[in-house]
């Protein structure tokens, strides 16, 4: 059984940080892997999508990477700013990317 | 347009009523999803159609009914819910190709009394 983990939790940085968030799965045959921002009580916003055929995928301040190997992936955010504080979802897709399981997510906190 | 609608927003309701909740897109997605998420939780995937027939049901409770009724439209109907159902009602669309990239609705919060 697929298991997605999300470390750390909870994140507080400064504005203009580098960061790094981290999900890690146990199933390393799947299809695809997303990450998605959820804003308090709302739906959730894709930021990128790594086909199990990729390494990484570019957006803007987004960079995300993925090693089926070791069943990784990290989402890299550059020069972060206050409006990046939101919670931060990893969705690993099986079974033709429809059967998904999300990590618990990392709340990120920017500080200006 | 890429936007996945869902009404109503907000719905309370009785351990006795019967109500629907309902997603729309007009992306061309030929597979919709029907996900909860309990508060400071990750969504957890309900049900999946693909092509207007239903793939994947996760062991849901019959008092969870979804339907879809052609290509675009998504309704989750409820009947004699718990207090432990009250949730946000998330709803997802993608197109069914290599990428099958889901793109969600808003949610419906739902409280059951």
């Known amino acids: 059984k697929q298991e997605v983990t999300q470390i750390p939790a909870a994140l507080s940085v400064p504005e203009g940080e580098n960061l790094v968030l981290n999900c890690s799965f146990t199933?390393?045959?799947?299809?695809?892997l997303q990450w998605f921002r959820q804003d308090p009580g709302k739906g959730l916003t894709s930021l990128l999508l790594?086909?199990?055929?990729?390494r990484e995928q570019t957006s803007g301040r987004l960079n995300a990477s993925l090693d089926k190997s070791s069943g990784r992936s990290t989402l890299y955010i550059a020069a972060s700013q206050p409006g990046d504080s939101a919670t931060y979802l990893c969705?690993?897709?099986?079974?033709?990317?429809?059967?998904?399981?999300f990590g618990a997510g990392t709340r990120l906190f920017v500080k200006a | 347009d890429t936007e996945v609608t869902q009404t109503p927003k907000h719905l309370v309701m009785g351990m006795t009523n019967k109500k629907s909740l309902k997603c729309e897109q007009h992306?061309?997605?030929?597979?919709m999803y029907w996900y909860k998420q309990k508060a400071k939780k990750p969504p957890e995937l309900m049900f999946v159609y693909s092509y207007e027939k239903l793939s994947i049901n996760e062991s849901v409770p019959s008092r969870f009914s979804p339907e879809c009724p052609n290509s675009s439209l998504l309704n989750l109907h409820l009947h004699a819910l718990q207090p432990e159902d009250s949730a946000l009602y998330l709803c997802?669309?993608?197109?069914?190709?290599?990428?099958?990239?889901?793109?969600f609705g808003p949610g419906t919060r739902l409280t059951v009394l």
């Open positions: 969705a690993v897709g099986n079974t033709g990317g429809f059967k998904t399981i």
């Open positions: 199933d390393s045959a799947i299809y695809n």
């Open positions: 790594i086909q199990s055929s990729q």
């Open positions: 992306m061309g997605h030929r597979a």
């Open positions: 997802a669309s993608s197109q069914p190709t290599d990428r099958n990239e889901q793109f």
